[in-house]
């Protein structure tokens, strides 16, 4: 069977060679910026769940850029989670942003000036995620760049008691696969993709994550990651 690190590496070699990815680069090893980025992600804004949605969580990586900045220019309150997941959420209501200021406060090297960094016990109610992917199945099947911080993002607001989201993806055309994705039982699955060409529901029949599998938490990633000491705090003095 063909492994998750096998399609990673042809999807980001396959961007490059055919010049469909962007700045930042070497492609490989990141959420890949693509071509056509701002035009995948207006789709996302004619989706009714879009429109009633009042706060929206959105992966930090370049391509999703645009929809970031779009959150606030529509008046939805973002909410970025901070690299590594070592602080947590940074959330910024649209009142901090002044007017033409959307985009840089929604690029990772300003929004701290325009948003703050909130404990887990103060996150808002999500009403819609957006996540980065390397490659996607047309059933919802993804592949992330491999650290399992969006499964885990997903898992953290369901165990704080997040009721299940729509979670959608923006990509290249390239990236989508027709690979039989080996899934595990903490991969998050997406409900909607857009490329730059279309739009797709992908009517997943895979389960998303309802909590974090405790069992699979290392040591490590208890010291390296505050808020999962922060989560086992919160649900032991429930």
Request: no cysteine.
């Amino acid at each position: 069977m063909i492994t998750k690190d096998e399609i990673r590496n042809r999807i980001w070699t396959r961007l490059t060679e055919e010049k469909n990815g962007r700045f930042p680069f070497p492609l490989h090893n990141r959420i890949p910026n693509f071509k056509g980025a701002e035009k995948a992600a207006s789709k996302i804004f004619q989706l009714p769940f879009y429109k009633n949605a009042k706060v929206i969580k959105v992966n930090p990586d370049a391509p999703q850029l645009p929809i970031r900045k779009q959150v606030l220019e529509d008046g939805k309150i973002l909410l970025v989670p901070t690299p590594r997941l070592k602080d947590g959420f940074i959330q910024v209501k649209p009142e901090w942003v002044p007017e033409g200021e959307e985009r840089k406060a929604a690029s990772l090297s300003h929004i701290m000036s325009y948003g703050k960094v909130i404990p887990l016990s103060q996150l808002p109610t999500i009403d819609m995620i957006v996540v980065g992917s390397v490659a996607l199945h047309r059933d919802g099947r993804r592949i992330g760049k491999g650290e399992g911080y969006a499964d885990r993002e997903y898992a953290i607001i369901r165990e704080l008691g997040n009721p299940h989201v729509p979670v959608v993806a923006t990509v290249h055309s390239t990236q989508l696969v027709t690979d039989d994705i080996p899934r595990d039982e903490f991969d998050l699955a997406v409900d909607w993709i857009a490329t730059e060409q279309e739009l797709i529901e992908t009517h997943t029949p895979y389960d998303k994550p309802t909590g974090i599998l405790w069992d699979h938490v290392t040591p490590e990633e208890l010291e390296e990651m505050p808020v999962l000491r922060e989560i086992k705090n919160i649900i032991e003095n429930r």
